[in-house]
């Protein structure tokens, strides 16, 4: 436990996270389209695993820019209830946005870290749900203790992570370049981070020891599809903060040619009909 607090800050971290999505925000609103056609299978998926449909009420942590909230929101429709939380006062209001202008009243929108999602007072939920974003949160028991806690007897947690980084080239291999230059360590077995639970019997035992039973996680290959490297390198640069975070030690000559070697190495993954990254992700649930 020393070394962790040694070489680990939760609450910095938490701080850091809370300004990379308040910068990042517009930008990962403007790309929702991709979000839809990557993350959108998964997303529904994890719906049907939870149960959400006509009349439900959903608590969705990690809301984000809001794509799922609003896949929720269709499902409950106008006799159901979706509230969206999230970290990030910035990144909030574009799902509050969003919901407004696809006309959902049913979307409420409210600013709370995810690990103090139980403190929320609010009538039982029927399904609670995060997509990539228990990934990000130091204390994973806490967060998904407190959705559980938000559930109905018999509701159901579910959540999208990135399987193993083997398996997600087209943000593992950034990841790796950037750590290599940067000269960081390898991350801690507990530290949060977006391959921290990319074992299936990790995120199982996640569940299992927040207290959720009957748990299920299945893979589902979601590839990143769009025109060419360059245009993911655009994506990464604008949306993913935690890469920036890993620069922020090099100089801005040496992370202009960071970039310049990711850059090269998603090449890899372009064909005739354009760029195919890698991607797996994990759709898990647990019932309280």
């Known amino acids: 436990m020393t070394t962790l607090q040694k070489t680990f800050d939760p609450v910095a971290f938490k701080s850091t996270t809370r300004q990379q999505w308040d910068s990042a925000a517009e930008a990962w609103n403007r790309w929702s389209p991709l979000l839809s056609r ?8 994890m719906l ?18 809001g794509e799922q909230t609003l896949a929720a929101a269709k499902r409950v429709g106008p006799t159901g209830h979706v509230l969206a939380t999230d970290l990030s006062p910035a990144i909030l209001e574009c799902a509050a946005e969003n919901a407004r202008l696809a006309g959902l009243t049913q979307v409420e929108t409210r600013v709370k870290d995810g690990e103090a999602i139980g403190e929320i007072e ?3 939920f029927d399904a609670v749900i995060s997509r990539v974003g228990l990934i990000y949160f130091p204390d994973q028991i806490k967060a998904l ?9 018999g509701g159901r947690v579910g959540a999208i992570t990135y399987a193993e980084a083997e398996r997600n080239g087209f943000f593992s291999v950034p990841v790796k370049i950037i750590r290599e230059r940067a000269k960081l360590p390898p991350p801690l077995p507990v530290q949060p981070g977006p391959f921290s639970l990319g074992d299936p019997d990790v995120l ?47 100089s801005e000559p040496e992370q202009d040619d960071a970039w310049g070697e990711i850059e090269t190495a998603l090449e890899e993954f372009e064909t005739e009909g354009g760029f195919e990254g890698p991607c797996e992700m994990l759709v898990a649930c647990g019932t309280k």
């Open 38 to 45: 990557w993350l959108g299978p998964a997303t529904e998926r």
């Open 204 to 250: 199982a035992a996640r569940l299992k020891e927040a207290g959720l039973k009957a748990i299920e996680v299945e893979r589902m290959d979601a590839p990143v599809r769009l025109k060419s490297a360059a245009e993911c390198l655009q994506f990464e640069q604008e949306s993913f903060g935690a890469l920036h975070q890993m620069l922020a030690g090099l």
């Open 122 to 124: 609010a009538e039982p």
């Open 145 to 153: 203790s407190g959705m559980r806690d938000q559930l109905r007897p």
């Open 48 to 65: 049907d695993m939870t149960g959400v449909g006509v009349g439900c009420r959903v608590l969705d942590v990690a809301a984000g820019a």
